[in-house]
């Protein structure tokens, strides 16, 4: 007889968790739902992208507060970039590539071919 009360106890408990499991579910998903309905929503997007942005303005200046106050601190300084080379340093040595590109891709023809070119010519 014990064992009966038991069983029916926790039958009882199943039962009832289920229903609270389920009620639980329904109510995400409906949350869920209307989440997704305001994010659809285009007005909502535009001031959801603003404050996005006005946080992470806002993360970006605290972090290079905290790294300021963290250097000081410490008593560390942050080394300097390292200069990278200027726009007329590569431009030559990409122009060389370029011949060198062209003048292996012709060594198949002779100089007098007649025959046109399917590329247009670019004249800089």
């Known amino acids: 007889m014990p064992e009966t009360q038991?069983?029916?106890?926790?039958?009882?408990?199943?039962?009832?968790?289920?229903?609270?499991?389920?009620r639980t579910g329904e109510e995400l998903l409906g949350e869920a739902q209307k989440t997704i309905d305001e994010l659809r929503d285009p007005a909502q997007q535009e001031r959801l992208k603003a404050r996005v942005a006005e946080l992470r303005t806002w993360a970006l200046s605290k972090f290079i507060e905290a790294r300021g106050r963290a250097e000081d601190a410490l008593g560390v300084e942050r080394p300097r970039a390292a200069p990278t080379r200027s726009a007329k340093t590569r431009k030559p040595a990409a122009r060389k590539a370029k011949r060198a590109g062209k003048s292996t891709s012709r060594k198949g023809r002779s100089a007098g071919s007649s025959r046109p070119s399917s590329r247009p010519s670019r004249k800089r």
């Open 6 to 22: 038991w069983d029916d106890r926790l039958l009882e408990f199943v039962r009832k968790t289920g229903e609270d499991l389920k």
